[in-house]
């Protein structure tokens, strides 16, 4: 027997233990969280898109190298004298020398009919292979803005991932306490239940014994109801979060671990909440992509100077006679826009406007930062009292509700006195429920304001 104790006991302890660990705690949930919850990867693929046109500003201090490959063929007469021209085939026949000179020997020495050859040529292929290099020298600094422009880009999209992350990690710690908050309430109800069931059985055996009436009974009947319908709603409630968990971790999740103690106050000052808040941070760097895009206008200012080199072969035939066809080309320009209407003085002058603007845009948010934080405080400051101040109350009508329920079983008061005593109980408890609720929503504002990731 005692074998089959122990055996019973090892078997109860390794179910416990499993279900423990099936349960999914908060630094669990938000590891997964990170990795799974699609807005987190979308912002992440944002992140990507800015990096690939950031090198696509970076590769234009590389030029380009190009290589064209041309094929034709034609009897226009321009273009077949041209083609043998790059080739490097051209020769006094097509200028029409034989039939000059025959003319010429034959004592027509004012021979002035057109060339055959030159002007109905006949067909000609034309195969030319180029390959071209173009290489920018100096922009007026235009790509080095560019350049900037997209660094502060890339690092406002890597600040939206951090918001979203910051956003996701506020809406996973709020659910968890909630269902920590939800469990409370659900075992303090509970208690209550089981103290009706009490009251029920206590109740019918007065009735019994002729000490209690049969309307007693249904008032405590109605009572139980009206508690398992709040219980009913709280396990719904329960369900709703488990879902919301789930959509958040992109994963199905049926139990977790709340948390065992309310969360904390976070022990951060007005100046590091200010210093850490991610719109302030997208806002400075807004400001500093203003700064790059001023300076991005000037640069219609300046010249821009480019070089550029290819090498050519051409034939009537593809890469025939390459090496003897070749040609090569070297060269530079300097393009400057000495005069467009003041259209580059107007877009600078809307640069610096811009700038201003942005700059302003910076200190409003701080000052509206600032506020929401002293505003935040003192809510949290006010809905401790309110959850002290509750909980007394709470501790009050527990013992008055204890009470009444003695008094009643000796008669010296009716069940409506003892319903009434529990229904203040059960207000109290609900209260409760939602002071602390506001507090955890208050606390995570004021961190979600300051972006901790925590």
Sequence with gaps: MKKIISILSFALLLSANDTTADA????????????????????????ESAKAKKDTVSGMNWGKLTFTQDFARSNDAGNVFGFKLTSREANFGDFGAEEFMNNFMAGNPDYVTPPQNLNYPGYRNFFQSKVKYEVPLFTGFAISSYTNIMNEMTKLKKLDKKKVLSEKTYELRKS????????????NLRKILDNINTLEVTTQTMIDVGYAKHVDLLEVKAKKGNVERLLSQMEAN????????????????????PPVSEVPMPNLTNEQVLKRNLDIQKATTGLEIRKSMVQSSKAAYYPTVGAFGEVATADNTFLGDASDHKAYTLGARLTWNLFNGGIDSAKIQESKIEKMKMQSQLELAKQGIALKVAKIRTEIESVDFEIASLEKELALANAIYENYEGRYKEKLVSMSDVIIKQSAQIEKILQLQIAKNKRTEKIFALEKLANGDK
Aim: hydrophobic share 45%; glycine share 0%; charged share 20%.
């Design 176 to 187: 968890y306490y909630d269902m920590a908050l939800l469990n409370t309430s659900i075992k």
């Design 24 to 47: 999914l705690s908060l630094t669990q949930a938000l590891e997964i969280l990170k990795s799974q919850n699609l807005e987190i990867k979308a912002a992440e693929l944002d992140i």
């Design 238 to 257: 329960k369900k709703l979060l488990y879902h919301y968990i789930s959509f958040l971790l992109n994963k199905q999740v049926s139990l977790i671990e």
